[in-house]
C-alpha cells in the first residue's frame, strides 16, 4: 500500500519560509509523478506545484518564483521550498503520488499539513 506521509507545517509570518516533505512508503517511488496540493476552508483544493519522475516541473502562478518543488528518490521523498509566504498561502497542504506515464493505477493522497501564515 502506498503511503504518502506529510510534514513541516506550522504557523510562519508573512514573508518566512517553510519547507514541507512528503514521504512515501511502499512502492517503487521513482516511477510515480509527485504533487502538492492546498485546500483553504470554503475553497476547492488546488494545485500548487508537480514533479514528473523525471524532474520536470509546474507550478501555479500564484506560487511562481517563490515555491520550489523537488525531490530526492534515493530518500522516497519530495519537498516544497515555500519563501516570501503570504497570507494567502494559509491552507491544509496535501501530497499526492500518482503513476507516471506508461504506468497504471490510483493516485494517492496523504492526509495533509496545516500551514497558516499570520503575524
Known amino acids: 500500500q502506498v503511503h504518502p506521509v506529510e510534514s513541516g507545517g506550522g504557523l510562519v509570518q508573512p514573508g518566512g519560509s517553510l519547507r514541507l516533505s512528503c514521504a512515501v512508503s511502499g512502492t517503487i517511488f521513482s516511477i510515480y509523478d509527485m504533487g502538492w496540493y492546498r485546500q483553504s476552508p470554503g475553497k476547492q483544493r488546488e494545485l500548487v506545484a508537480t514533479?514528473?519522475?523525471?524532474?520536470?516541473?509546474h507550478y501555479a502562478d500564484s506560487v511562481k518564483g517563490r515555491f520550489t518543488i523537488s525531490r530526492d528518490d534515493a530518500k522516497n521523498t519530495v519537498y516544497l521550498q515555500m519563501n516570501s509566504l503570504k497570507p494567502e498561502d494559509t491552507a491544509v497542504y496535501y501530497c499526492?503520488?500518482?503513476?507516471?506515464?506508461?504506468?497504471?493505477?490510483?493516485?494517492?493522497w496523504g492526509q495533509g499539513t496545516q500551514v497558516t501564515v499570520s503575524s
Open positions: 499526492k503520488a500518482s503513476p507516471g506515464s506508461g504506468f497504471y493505477g490510483p493516485d494517492y
Open positions: 514533479i514528473l519522475g523525471g524532474g520536470m516541473t
